[in-house]
Each structure stands twice: as structure tokens, then as C-alpha cells.
């Protein structure tokens, strides 16, 4: 048996086991000697545990400091990131909140430009308060419409529509309403449809509608008329071609200008000596429609066809209108006659007429033809329209 096996063979019996590497090692390094080998062995053993243990323990130690130290770098490049992304969203945030403030700062001002831009009333002229009235619904029961302008009229006569060629004239007359409050403009209008002539009264956003042969009051507006919301009607016509239209073709005067010229050629005329030579032949040419006219259908009222008739009262000419009953309606001596000229297709007329209860008015005839003409009345306590045809 060899040395080595004796030494593994005795070891064995006194210890129970086989020797690890280190204690047949450390007997390799003492040629095998068998005597004390429990405690060599056991000494080299601890000490080679002792530095196995201390190994260990290092490598331990190196480990944790390693897991540590791995933590660390961990724990801090989460936290740079968590930095980073916290400034990332504060700087998008800013970002948002600017453009966001960009965005209301420039709608609050496309808002206040647009106010400013929107139209009102107040900032309307007459004629386009006038054409808003025109325009509304319901005004055919009072005067001829912004579309019959536009579009013609019914000629009940003729079963066509017609063109209007005539302007609507609006006169500003604020005697046509007695008790008319401070800032209410009256305006009476040239075209209508039926015998009474069409009135209209505007303050402020409020528009009154009414048909009348004379004064009128509030209250008649009230119970007989008809009240518009121009700041409705602004609303509904603003963007609409109609309302332009319709604008273009209204004329607004004062009753003081609408009658000054008229005034003026008859103070002319009476200062002349040549008066019966150069008042005669008008005088003679209109009595010339001689015989009753019957009012057409298109200015007629429910109430029925009134009659128009100049006629030679001696040395007087006299122009008689009677309602469709058969009343007389007015009754007046023309006092004078100016020829205007010619106007739309026919001649105009300015006449200075005084009632039997002498009152005074001015009337407006214009001859189209021995067919037919068209008187208009514009005047303190009157306003008239009517056209009408030779039976």
C-alpha cells in the first residue's frame, strides 16, 4: 500500500470521511504522515477554512458593494430622467398655456371686430329704415311693397303685373301725426295701392304703419296700423340684395321742399300781368278730361272705386272726387295750375286747390294719356293717391 493510500485509509478510520482537497493537500505537503493527523488535519483545515470563510466573506462584501453601487447609478439615472421629463411637461405645459392665451386674445378680438363691423339701426339713413318697412311682411294691406317695387305690381285691370316706374317719394311730414312724441319722424309715401295713403312713423328701433286721408294720432296708429321691429327686420335684410335694391329706389324730401318750387311759380305767376294767357292753357288743357274717371283696382280699397272729375264751375275749375257710395269725398276750386313738364311717358302738374271749408292743399296730377292720370296729395290734414281711368 502506498504512502498516500495509508494516509487515506487511516484517515478515514479516525475521522469517518474521506479528506477534502485541502487536507490531502496539506498531507501531500508533509509526505503523508499518518501520526496526528486529526489534529494537522483539523489545524490546516481551519486555517483553509478560516481563508475560505474570509473569501468568501470578501466576495460577499465585494458583491454587495457592488449591488449597491449598481442601485445607486439606478436610483440616480431614474431620478435625471424623472428631472428631465418633469421640465419636458412644465415646458409644454408653458408652451400650451401660451398658445391657448394666443388663441383666446386673438378670439376676444375677432369678437370686438366683429362688433364693431355689426350694424344697428342707429346707424341706418332714412331710406334704409324706410326700405326695412317696405320689406316687412304685411305691408300690401298698406302701400305698394319693396318687392312690388322691385318686381311689379298686380293690375287688377289688365290681370298682368306691371312694372312701377314711378320713385317712391317719402316726404317728411310730421304734421301728418298731431300728437307725435319728440324724435318720431312721420314720413307719408307716393305709392299705394289704395285710396288712403300710406303713412309711416319711425323712432328709435320702432317702425308704425297706417293708411290715411288726413291727421292722424297715436292711438289711430294703434288701433288701425301696424308695428315693426326694425332691429328684427335689420336682422332678417341686412345681407340681402332686396334691401339694397330697395334702398336705392326710395327718395326722402321735406314737405317744405316738396313745396317751395310750387310756392315760388305761384307767387311768380300772379305778380305777372299775362296770368289768364299763361294760367288758361293748363287751366283749358285739364279740363279737358272732361267726364267722370273711375279709380283703377290697383289703388282701390275694400270699400270700393272712388271717382275723380275736373269740370268748368263758371269762371271756376273745379276738381270733384266722390267715394263709391256716391258721397262726395272732396270738393275744391283749383286756384292756379303749373305745368311741370313732361314726366314718365305723360305731363306733370302742380295744382293750388282750396276746399269748400277752405282749407288749402296742393295737389300733384300727372297725365299719362287722356286714358288715364294720377293725382297724389301730400298735404297739412291730407294724403291721397289715386289713379284713375276713363270709362
Known amino acids: 500500500m502506498t504512502p498516500n493510500e495509508e494516509w487515506v485509509k487511516h484517515f478515514v478510520e479516525q475521522n469517518g470521511r474521506m479528506p477534502e482537497k485541502a487536507e490531502y493537500a496539506a498531507a501531500k505537503k508533509s509526505g503523508f504522515r499518518t501520526s496526528g493527523i486529526s489534529a494537522s488535519l483539523d489545524e490546516d483545515t481551519d486555517g483553509d477554512q478560516d481563508k475560505l470563510a474570509t473569501s468568501r466573506k470578501t466576495k460577499r462584501h465585494l458583491s454587495r458593494k457592488r449591488v449597491l453601487l449598481i442601485s445607486v447609478a439606478i436610483v440616480s439615472l431614474i431620478t435625471v430622467i424623472g428631472i428631465a421629463i418633469v421640465i419636458t411637461r412644465g415646458q409644454t405645459d408653458h408652451n400650451s398655456t401660451n398658445d391657448i392665451s394666443s388663441l383666446q386674445v386673438k378670439s376676444h378680438a375677432k369678437s370686438k371686430k366683429s362688433a364693431r363691423n355689426l350694424l344697428t ?109 326694425l332691429t328684427k327686420l335689420l336682422k332678417k335684410f341686412a345681407k340681402s340684395s332686396k334691401f339694397k335694391e330697395v334702398t336705392a329706389k326710395i327718395t326722402v324730401e321735406k314737405a317744405d321742399d316738396a313745396n317751395s318750387n310750387s310756392e315760388s311759380s305761384s307767387v311768380s305767376e300772379e305778380s305777372e300781368s299775362s296770368e289768364s294767357a299763361d294760367n288758361a292753357s293748363p287751366k283749358l288743357d285739364i279740363s279737358g278730361l272732361s267726364g267722370e274717371y273711375l279709380e283703377d283696382a290697383s289703388t282701390a280699397n275694400s270699400s270700393g272705386k272712388m271717382t275723380s272729375e275736373f269740370r268748368m264751375d263758371g269762371d271756376d275749375l273745379r276738381w270733384i272726387s266722390n267715394k263709391a257710395d256716391g258721397e262726395t269725398a272732396y270738393s275744391a276750386i283749383v286756384d292756379s295750375v303749373t305745368d311741370d313738364g313732361k314726366a314718365d311717358d305723360g305731363e306733370a302738374y302742380t295744382l293750388e286747390c282750396t276746399l269748400d271749408d277752405d282749407t288749402e292743399f296742393q295737389m300733384q296730377l300727372f297725365k299719362h294719356s287722356l286714358d288715364y292720370y294720377v293725382i297724389r296729395i301730400q298735404s297739412d290734414g291730407i294724403n291721397y293717391y289715386g289713379r284713375f281711368n276713363q270709362e
Do not use: C, R
Open 121 to 229: 339701426v342707429s346707424d341706418l339713413s332714412q331710406e334704409q329704415k324706410l326700405a326695412l318697412v317696405l320689406l316687412a311682411d304685411g305691408m300690401d294691406d298698406y302701400m305698394v311693397t319693396g318687392n312690388e317695387i322691385l318686381d311689379g305690381g298686380y293690375d287688377e285691370s289688365s290681370g298682368e303685373y306691371v312694372e312701377i316706374k314711378d320713385p317712391e317719394v317719402a316726404t317728411d311730414n310730421p304734421q301728418l301725426v298731431s300728437d307725435h312724441p319728440d324724435g318720431m319722424k312721420v314720413y307719408s309715401l307716393s305709392l299705394t295701392h289704395i285710396d288712403q295713403g300710406p303713412i309711416v312713423a319711425i323712432k328709435g328701433a320702432t317702425a308704425w304703419v297706417v293708411s290715411a286721408q288726413q291727421a292722424i294720432t297715436m292711438d289711430y296708429f294703434a288701433s288701425n296700423g301696424k308695428k315693426l321691429d
